[in-house]
């Protein structure tokens, strides 16, 4: 796990044949390619700590958000294994996101074992599946679930708007459910979001109508994020197309400078309650709002898991209470 730092960005890279893990762009599909200077081939680590024995982590695309699954789904034809897939991390306890990295004896290889006991395995140089471990030698079958973890720094190049521009390549019109809300000052989110129906893949496009839909000009400066299910982490939007498909899209809008809301107000003579305006905030950076809102994520889930136990002990508790175990004052409250 040394080389698995929570926020990070990493290339995954098979030792075989040296191709990048590659988040393909329907959003869905997971390959190799040759080349790793690309958000598609950049994941993010996020670190499950629930379980600190197993430490167990998940790894979401740099480029769409969504993240690195195993499925119960056999490989198509001349291919071993079950099939790799981008999925939305919708409920916490969802296994099939979640990844145990096993450092080899010899080299800096790890091994990627799935939540099913199967390995992330090279098939060809192209293809991705989960499939069994082969350890008995040392043979190139064998190393095919050997993967190389390249650190991306910040001095990194990957390019930061991949991809051709919406006006280089001709598809077919994608119409799509777009759902957005903007981030409070520290980051937070509510369940206000707000839905509409977009078409095309442009980015461009989706901010000019989020803009008009948002009022954010208001806003000197803001960012997109996606999000990939209720549990998934922000990711910014920073492609020039979105996924090539017809799926939900979650988009939050994330404050990274101050606004002039509140200057027409003051100019007026009104007076503007502190806590009620986003103009009196301290601005932070997009790092800054996101750690603290990933950390009261985290907070809310643990206090619904610790509700949720007290609730299990005392339905057993009940379960096991005999009438005769009562007391006399006890049970003239049962009664009532």
Same mark, same amino acid.
């Given at each position: ?21 590659? /988040? ?18 950049? $994941? ?54 979640? $990844? ?14 799935? /939540? ?23 043979s190139s079958s064998s190393r095919r679930t050997? $993967? ?79 999000? /990939? ?72 889930i643990c206090e619904e898991r610790k509700r ?28 009532k």
């Amino acid at each position: 796990m040394e080389q698995f730092h929570d926020g990070h960005r990493v290339w995954l890279r098979s030792r075989v044949h040296g191709t990048y893990l590659h /988040a393909d762009d329907d959003g869905r599909g997971v390959s190799l390619r040759p080349h790793g200077a690309s958000l598609n081939a950049a $994941w993010m680590v996020h670190l499950d700590d629930r379980n600190p024995v197993q430490r167990l982590l998940l790894l979401h695309s740099a480029a769409y958000g969504r993240y690195l699954a195993g499925t119960t789904t056999p490989a198509p034809s001349g291919l071993l294994g079950y099939r790799v897939a981008q999925r939305d991390f919708d409920l916490v306890d969802d296994d099939s996101v979640l $990844w145990q990295a096993l450092c080899l004896d010899s080299g800096d290889d790890v091994l990627l074992r799935h /939540a099913t006991g199967r390995y992330l395995h090279d098939n060809d140089g192209t293809s991705i599946t989960i499939h069994d471990h082969e350890d008995h030698d040392s043979s190139s079958s064998s190393r095919r679930t050997h $993967w190389v973890v390249e650190t991306i720094g910040p001095k990194d190049s990957i390019p930061s708007l991949s991809g051709p521009r919406p006006s280089q390549i001709q598809d077919e019109p994608v119409i799509r459910n777009i759902r957005f809300i903007r981030a409070i000052p520290q980051g937070l989110l509510s369940d206000n979001w707000t839905a509409f129906q977009f078409s095309g893949r442009s980015v461009d496009g989706l901010k000019q109508e989020l803009a008009r839909r948002a009022a954010v000009d208001l806003v000197i400066q803001y960012s997109l994020c996606i999000r /990939a299910g209720c549990h998934g982490r922000l990711t910014p939007l920073l492609l020039h197309l979105l996924p090539h498909n017809n799926e939900t899209l979650d988009v939050v809008l994330m404050m990274t400078g101050p606004t002039n809301s509140g200057s027409g107000e003051k100019k007026a003579g009104k007076k503007v309650a502190t806590s009620d305006s986003l103009s009196e905030h301290p601005v932070i950076g997009l790092e800054e709002a996101r750690s603290k809102y990933l950390r009261l994520q985290n907070e809310v889930i643990c206090e619904e898991r610790k509700r949720r136990i007290k609730r299990e002990q005392f339905e057993q508790m009940k379960r096991n209470i005999r009438w005769d175990d009562l007391t006399l004052e006890e049970k003239k409250i049962t009664r009532k």
